[in-house]
């Protein structure tokens, strides 16, 4: 097992419900994987076993950094973040009253030491670390054309410019895996097109590991270098994209509901 | 034995006007998620009006206990009406700090028309007192029990058989959706500060008879341990009200008698936290989770 | 970091200002004892509404108990400077009422708010404060319910301003931060904030902590200013009171809570003229301000001097 991320029969239930059943998958360094499968197919909630924001009923998931295994299971959302698992949400929970500035130096936290005196009486290391800390924010805010709107409310921030912003907030955690749910849900299709350019420049620039749900196949199938699909709570397949598109179990259970 | 007997009936008799108190705390933090911090001083303005109506008019104790719970009601609408109607739509502790704003105004207003001196309760009745074993209960605690209970029963058929009461919950689910199915939010919310202030009028002559003394300030303590009852239940449950009520009454009766009255308070808080670290939404409250 | 100097610098000579200002003030005997004593009264409340708006304003956690923080600093230096009746001593106290205040703080925190939101939050702080007043209540060595008397007045209105600005600047400072950021992504989105590893109930925690450390600041103010303290001073009557300042001026604004303290001061002291319908005028008005401003006085507005420099500047060019 030499795998980044490896999931073992992953199950997670809800009373009766089972969302999550027995889902195994892996992620490799510098990967580029897409999540996909019909509305209810537990996309999301595999998403939230993975960062640890709801615990797995069973299973298992390790990471591997440094050559070191971690127990993901049996670690919080906040120690799974610091392990370098990051991600954006469906329902974009932007810091809604905090400039689109705030937000990015928000998620670098952890990655910068202020300490309590150095901050309170202003001592020159506060400003230097401020000062990293803000080109280092301005850095990725012009990568995703967001430079101008820094001084903006977040909550005042077009629809697709937020979830834009959320990917720019996830990756200044500098993860090592980046989760995107739905990244580019609302947009129109030349913005669609944009994201997907940006997502594989980040993916190259940064030499991260993205794993993506999306229902916008032609993102997906531009994107993905391998497919997991997922039909109620169940691991339906996986493969490349061009797999994937023929795969006939997929074509029934998911294509077949009518958009393609 | 007998002591343990004696004590369960004093707790009983302070811990069902606590629930009295504690359930319009908890009807109306269930309708408009309001701590309605005027609410103990309704209570007192339930017991001075028994008050009059007793001194002046010589009314029986069924009349008064009618005529405090109409006008605590028509006060609580009337507040409801111009003190947080306006602010429906504002911060949560926006309308938190107008609703003290009127209890400092009900209690200090009264001072000031009354006298803030307290004055000794009219008697209704004759206090016998009856030994039943060795337990003395007096016809009055008999009355204060009985009165309570009543009041609950009449409260829960209310809620759960009546059409208003189907609205009031409709309304705590989901103000806007139950405007849709055509409920009136703004009667039904009327009607929860209605019927919660005539509970609360009702605890306050039943107060009067229990301790024969009332003040302008007899809200201020009994409405924070009220409250506290509500929370402990569940805030917004109706049999949660009434158990937190009854459980405040008997853990203070409880304390005082093991002779460790000085620290009443400070046990009651105690036990209070260490409930809510096991239980975070109290005893009947449901605990909702954010979704992801 | 020229331009930072020069704030630094801008504010350092307002708050040297302000102090010669006041002290002018006196001297020609515009500010008698009766002003004096009012405006120390409104710098002890800007200690405590400040420390109690970063609780509920920053992190956006409901808190009922600042009396009881206060309670203690109070009884602190009440206490070790009737032994100690020096300026050291009053130090000492000072900063054992800040160390006691933060411990407890410590530990009722962390044990209620990993579990506890919103109002449950509220009385259980508000359950914690009673608890520590009860306590009081009941000891030999506070008075008990008489509580204490001739407690040596070792601060005057200078000690007063000092400590007002101090605690504001390290609240500004620490807000506008990175620690202050971190509060706020707590109040904005808690799962969010996890999301990005910021540790919820540490930062709530943190925030409660400072806050309740300056609770303790005032409390000693309060006592060795007033050189009388009694359990019934820090009821959750005077919690609520707080409260009140922090509301009115706007939950989030420490300019605001400033404003409002200062409002409320003079309110107070204009309103002893009415003898007992102080508090109903009180009431009436405190109704009708949330009533017609019910987001507070400034909202979540913050004064800044880089903001006005910009503004005036602005206005040069236009």
């Known amino acids: 097992m030499e795998h980044l991320l490896q999931v073992e029969h992953a199950v997670r239930k809800f009373g009766g419900v089972t969302a999550v059943n027995d889902v195994s998958l892996h992620l490799d360094e510098h990967e580029l994987v897409a999540l996909i499968g019909p509305n209810g197919a537990g996309k999301t909630t595999l998403f939230n076993l993975l960062t640890g924001m709801v615990p797995v009923t069973s299973g298992k998931i390790d990471l591997r950094v440094d050559k070191q295994t971690y127990d993901l299971t049996s670690k919080n959302a906040v120690q799974i973040a610091d392990l370098g698992l990051s991600r954006t949400f469906q329902n974009i929970r932007l810091f809604k009253n905090l400039t689109v500035m705030d937000n990015v130096l928000t998620a670098m936290t952890n990655k910068y030491k202020e300490g309590f005196l150095t901050t309170v009486f202003r001592l020159p290391s506060y400003y230097r670390t401020e000062k990293e800390m803000r080109a280092a924010a301005e850095k990725l805010l012009d990568i995703f054309d967001l430079t101008d709107s820094q001084a903006l409310l977040a909550e005042n921030l077009p629809y697709g410019t937020q979830r834009r912003l959320e990917i720019v907030r996830a990756l200044a955690t500098q993860p090592k895996i980046l989760f995107l749910d739905e990244p580019a849900a609302g947009m129109n299709p030349e913005e669609t097109a944009d994201l997907t350019n940006l997502i594989k420049r980040v993916q190259k620039e940064f030499g991260i590991t993205v794993l993506l749900i999306e229902h916008d196949m032609s993102l997906v199938m531009n994107l993905a270098e391998r497919i997991y699909v997922l039909d109620q709570g169940e691991l339906l397949a996986t493969g490349t994209p061009e797999e994937i598109r023929t795969n006939n179990k997929v074509v029934e259970a998911y294509l077949g509901e009518g958009e393609v | ?292 | 970091m020229k331009a930072n100097l020069k704030y630094i610098l801008s504010w350092l000579v307002i708050m040297i200002a302000g102090f010669y200002l006041i002290n002018a003030l006196i001297m020609v005997g515009v500010i008698d004892d009766f002003i004096e004593n009012m405006l120390v009264t409104i710098g002890i409340n800007i200690i405590l509404a400040t420390g109690l708006n970063l609780i509920i304003g920053f992190s956006g956690q409901f808190s009922l108990g600042h009396a009881g923080f206060m309670a203690i600093g109070a009884y602190a230096t009440a206490i070790i400077t009737q032994h100690v009746s020096t300026e050291l001593g009053f130090i000492v106290s000072l900063l054992v009422g800040m160390a006691l205040a933060a411990l407890i703080a410590l530990v009722v925190g962390t044990a209620t708010f990993t579990r506890l939101k919103g109002d449950y939050l509220a009385i259980a702080t508000l359950g914690a404060a009673e608890i520590i007043r009860n306590i009081i209540n009941n000891l030999k060595i506070t008075g008990g319910s008489a509580g204490m008397f001739n407690i040596p007045q070792l601060c005057s209105w200078p000690t007063v301003y000092i400590l007002v600005c101090l605690t504001t600047l390290v609240l500004m400072n620490f807000i506008r931060s990175k620690n202050g950021r971190a509060i706020k992504a707590v109040r904005e989105d808690e799962i969010a904030a996890e999301a990005m590893g910021i540790n919820t109930t540490k930062w709530k925690v943190a925030a409660f902590v400072i806050g309740a450390t300056t609770a303790a600041i005032a409390g000693s103010l309060h006592a060795s200013y007033i050189q009388t303290i009694s359990p019934s001073n820090f009821g959750i009557m005077e919690s609520i009171s707080i409260l009140v300042i922090v509301v009115l001026g706007g939950v989030g604004s420490m300019t605001g809570t400033f404003l409002a303290a200062v409002v409320l001061g003079v309110l107070d002291t204009v309103l002893q003229n009415f003898g007992a319908l102080r508090m109903v005028i009180y009431a009436i008005a405190l109704i009708l301000i949330m009533i017609f401003k019910p987001s507070g006085l400034l909202g979540n507005w913050e004064f800044s001097l880089k903001n006005l420099g910009k503004h005036f500047g602005k206005k040069e060019r236009g």
């Open chain 2, 1 to 292: 034995m007998q002591i343990v007997l004696q004590q369960i009936i004093n707790a009983l008799s302070l811990g069902s006007i606590y629930a009295l108190l504690a359930l319009g705390y908890s009807m109306v933090y269930g309708i408009i998620k309001l701590i309605n911090f005027a609410h103990g001083d309704i209570y007192m303005l339930g017991a001075f009006c028994a008050y009059y109506v007793i001194s002046l008019w010589h009314f029986n104790f069924i009349i008064a206990l009618l005529t405090a719970m109409i006008v605590s009601a028509l006060a609580g609408v009337v507040i409801e009406y111009f003190a947080y109607r306006p602010l429906r739509k504002s911060p949560r502790i926006a309308v938190l700090i107008t609703a003290i704003g009127v209890s400092f105004l009900l209690e200090n207003g009264m001072s000031y028309l009354v006298g803030s001196n307290a004055r000794s309760f009219p008697q209704v009745m004759e206090q016998v007192n009856y030994n039943i074993g060795g337990i003395v209960i007096s016809n009055i605690q008999i009355l204060i029990l009985a009165t309570a209970l009543i009041l609950m029963v009449l409260l829960q058929v209310t809620i759960k058989k009546t059409k208003m009461g189907r609205a009031m919950r409709a309304v705590s689910v989901d103000p806007d959706a139950a405007e849709l199915v055509g409920v009136n939010v703004n009667h039904t919310i009327s009607f929860t500060f209605a019927l919660g202030s005539a509970l609360a009028g009702a605890g306050g002559i039943l107060i009067g008879m229990y301790y024969n003394q009332i003040d302008p300030l007899m809200g201020m303590t009994p409405g924070i341990k009220a409250f506290v009852a509500a929370v402990l239940g569940g805030i917004g449950s109706v049999p949660g009200a009434s158990l937190g009520g009854f459980l405040i009454g008997i853990l203070e009766t409880f304390f005082q008698s093991i002779g460790l009255s000085a620290y009443k308070d400070a046990v009651v808080y105690f036990v209070l936290i260490v409930i809510l670290l096991f239980l975070p939404a109290g005893i009947f409250g449901k605990n909702t989770k954010e979704k992801v």
